[in-house]
């Protein structure tokens, strides 16, 4: 029995069919991506800073002494991979703008929130805002819990990072001690701190010998240059900073130093005892390192050191020995 033969299909009836399924298809597909093309468009990388030397230090010193690159974009949301923003504090006798020149805009380029501080220009020698940490450092370290506690407003954070150098990276320890700053600091790097006090190359004690010193720290009193004395090996606020012992609990620090120093010396006064402390002399890593203690706020293998004590913080880290700071 013949079956009546199934009718012809008209030519062009299967392209229609299968565009009545896949347009659709494609119409909901474009408007996924018109929709999610605006929201990838708005991820913007961060902005790269430029990272300035001993050339940049001194111009800042003059022109630009509250300011660098790099430092205190208070927009700056912190990451799930550098949670804590970075706190800066200057040594004596400089500025924010010229003592990070080097570690403030490195620091951003690796993802870190960086901000940073003037202090202690109280004193009349402080040429107009430029020259700071003279004045007292029990005072200078309320002026770092106000500028602390602004930053985690700001940030959200919950605690801070601080990288110190000199004076800046003594203070901070008063912070934490003394003014309940060990609730909110996680890590302190210190570069070349007066940690227990310095000798000057042994000028402070030849002048304690000589009857001179108090004549000296006279003076200092007469031009509020307060932070000058607490820096002596000996002081009354060395003495009483360090009277329990070096740190506290749950803070993590790292001493870096030069054996060169003629400033903060002994260099190994530097140095702190305790638990989770590292202290790191460059010329052990970096046998031909010249650095002094001022060139360590621009030196290749010290701002390695600080790049890793603030990041992964790889105890067994070796730095690459090039870009050696100044002798001085």
């Not at 951003?108 to 009349?124: D, I, L, R, T």
């Not at 003014?179 to 909110?184: P, S, T, V």
């Not at 006090?197 to 009857?211: F, I, K, M, Q």
Request: charged share 15%.
């Amino acid at each position: 029995m013949n079956r009546p033969s199934a009718p012809a299909r008209r030519p062009g009836t299967t392209r229609r069919r299968i565009a009545a399924v896949v347009t659709p298809a494609a119409l909901a597909a474009t408007a996924l991506t018109a929709t999610a093309a605006p929201a990838q468009a708005t991820e913007q990388p961060r902005a790269r800073y430029p990272v300035g030397g001993v050339a940049e230090g001194v111009s800042n010193f003059l022109f630009s002494p509250n300011a660098v690159a790099g430092v205190n974009d208070w927009s700056c949301k912190p990451t799930a991979e550098h949670p804590n923003p970075v706190v800066l504090v200057h040594g004596t006798g400089v500025n924010l703008g010229a003592n990070w020149v080097t570690m403030g805009p490195t620091l951003a380029n690796e993802g870190h929130c960086v901000y940073a501080f003037n202090y202690g220009m109280g004193s009349p020698l402080n040429l107009g805002g430029r020259v700071g940490g003279m004045t007292g450092v029990a005072k200078s370290s309320e002026t770092m819990s106000a500028f602390v506690d602004k930053v985690l407003a700001a940030t959200g954070a919950k605690k801070v990072n601080v990288l110190g150098h000199s004076q800046g990276g003594m203070l901070p320890n008063h912070y934490i001690k003394r003014l309940g700053g060990a609730q909110k600091v996680d890590r302190l790097v210190a570069l070349a701190p007066t940690n227990h006090g310095t000798t000057l190359s042994g000028l402070v004690n030849l002048g304690r010998a000589l009857g001179l010193l108090g004549v000296v720290n006279d003076a200092f009193d007469h031009l509020n240059l307060q932070g000058l004395k607490d820096q002596e090996e000996g002081s009354d606020f060395q003495r009483a900073l360090w009277a329990d012992g070096d740190t506290v609990p749950g803070v993590r620090y790292t001493v870096i130093a030069s054996k060169y120093d003629v400033v903060a010396s002994p260099y190994t006064n530097n140095f702190l005892k305790g638990d989770n402390v590292r202290n790191i002399a460059v010329q052990d890593q970096c046998p031909k390192n010249p650095v002094g203690h001022v060139g360590l706020f621009t030196d290749g293998p010290t701002t390695q050191n600080v790049v890793n004590a603030l990041g992964p913080d790889k105890p067994d880290f070796k730095p690459v020995c090039k870009g050696y700071g100044p002798p001085f």
